[in-house]
């Protein structure tokens, strides 16, 4: 079965302190790794697609590398506009990948 | 690109009325729309896969006769709550697919449901 965990929980930074965010994941043929960002009574705002091992994407203060087992989504210099869950989720569910399998999230609270 | 729309943002009835939820993809065709349940700090929770043209996928556990799901074209899907209760009060994410893409899904922005 494909299962996605996401760690920490909840993380509190101070504005400017860099961190990581992590994604492992357990899926049988990886047919892309999604990240996305979800602000409270919101719907999820996509961020990323990583296909393969070694792989990184950019966006402003965002960066998402991948590997065989997991993903990290690395926050530089953060603002206290990135607060929100960050959720990252897999394919499943047969040839077609119908179905996400998401994480639980980590609730980002940066602070000023 | 890739918008998603829902409607209503927000919507309350009364127990043991209906209650229709639409989802529009607004800028691509989307044949496959799935929807979402998600309750306060947690993730969301896949109830069913919709396909244009063809019945509805549910997940286990998820009530086909109270969660009418019809996807009538390649941009419109809805949800129906029948006979809603309070416990159905949850908020509702709808996510459409891309036709031809690789595999992303575009949410819309939610509709929170409250039953009173």
């Known amino acids: 079965e494909d299962q996605v965990t996401q760690s920490p929980e909840a993380l509190r930074l101070q504005e400017g302190e860099s961190s990581s965010l992590n994604c492992s994941y357990t899926?049988?043929?990886?047919?892309?790794l999604f990240w996305y960002r979800q602000d409270p009574g919101k719907g999820p705002e996509f961020l990323f697609t990583?296909?393969?091992a070694g792989e990184e994407k950019e966006k402003e203060r965002l960066k998402a590398t991948l590997t065989k087992k997991e993903s990290f989504l690395h926050i530089t210099a953060p603002k206290p506009e990135d607060s929100a869950t960050y959720l990252c989720?897999?394919?499943?569910?047969?040839?077609?990948?119908?179905?996400?399998?998401f994480g639980p999230g980590t609730r980002l609270s940066v602070l000023p | 690109g890739a918008v998603v729309s829902q409607h209503p943002s927000r919507v309350i009835c009364k127990s043991g009325t209906s209650v229709k939820i639409e989802c529009r993809s607004l800028?691509?065709?989307?044949?496959?729309m799935f929807w979402y349940r998600q309750f306060p700090k947690k993730s969301l929770m896949l109830m069913a896969t919709?396909?244009?043209?063809?019945?509805?996928?549910?997940e286990q556990g998820v009530e086909k006769d109270k969660f009418l799901i019809n996807h009538a074209s390649l941009t419109l899907s809805t949800l129906t709550v029948t006979s809603a209760h309070p416990e159905d009060s949850s908020f509702y994410i709808c996510?459409?697919?891309?036709?031809?893409?690789?595999?992303?899904?575009?949410f819309g922005p939610g509709t929170r449901l409250t039953v009173t």
């Open positions: 996510s459409a697919r891309v036709w031809g893409g690789n595999y992303e899904q575009y």
């Open positions: 800028d691509f065709q989307a044949t496959t």
């Open positions: 919709s396909n244009e043209g063809s019945k509805a996928t549910y």
């Open positions: 990583l296909y393969s």
């Open positions: 899926v049988s043929g990886l047919r892309g």
């Open positions: 989720a897999v394919p499943s569910g047969g040839p077609e990948g119908q179905n996400f399998v």
